[in-house]
C-alpha cells in the first residue's frame, strides 16, 4: 500500500514550529541587567588595581581583561615583562594581536599559517619561523593563528604591551593552543 503526505500549503507550512519559547524577553531583561551593571564598572583602571599573572607565557600584568569588569567590552591588554635572556611561551590563537615595545630589544618567531579549505579545513604551520628584530618604540603585528614567541636578546628588560580584539572569542572562535611554557612556567 502507497502512502502519501499531505500537501501542506505555504501558510500552514510557515506556522510549524518545535514548541514556544521567550528567548526576546529574556534577552531583553538580561539587556536591562548588563547595563544596570555596566554603569557601576570603573572607568579608569589604576595601576595597583591591575593583576600580575605567571601565565604560560611568562609574567604578565592585566591591564584589561573580561574577568576585570572594566567597561571596555571589546580588547584585552596586557603588559609582558621578560628579562634579558629570558624568551615567551610559545602559542598560538585565531585572533590577531598587536605589539607595542615599551623597553627593551629582541625578536620575535612567527610560523606562518598554511591552510586548504577545499574539501574540509587541513591547517598545518610552516617549519621555518620568520624572524622580527624589535626594540623600544616598535610595532609588532601578529596574524590570526600564527604561532609566535618573544625573545629578549638584551641586556635588561624588556616590555611591551599586548593587545588582542576578544570579539572574535565571543564569535565561537577561542582557539588558543600553548605550545610551549615559557622557562620556569
Known sequence: METTMPVINEKDFAHLHAGEVDFRAVE???SKMF?????????????EDMPIEHSPDGLIKHLVHRNMNTKECCIEAYMQFLKAGEKSGKHRHMWEEVVFVLEGSGYDLHWDLDFDCKEEFEWSWKTEPKKFAWERGDFIYIPPFTEHQHFNDGEGEARFIVISNRIVKDMGFNWFDQLENAPGY
Not at 35 to 47: G, I, K, L, N, S
Open 28 to 30: 531583553v531583561a538580561a
Open 35 to 47: 547595563r544596570q551593571e555596566y554603569a557601576t564598572r570603573p572607568d579608569v583602571v589604576h595601576a
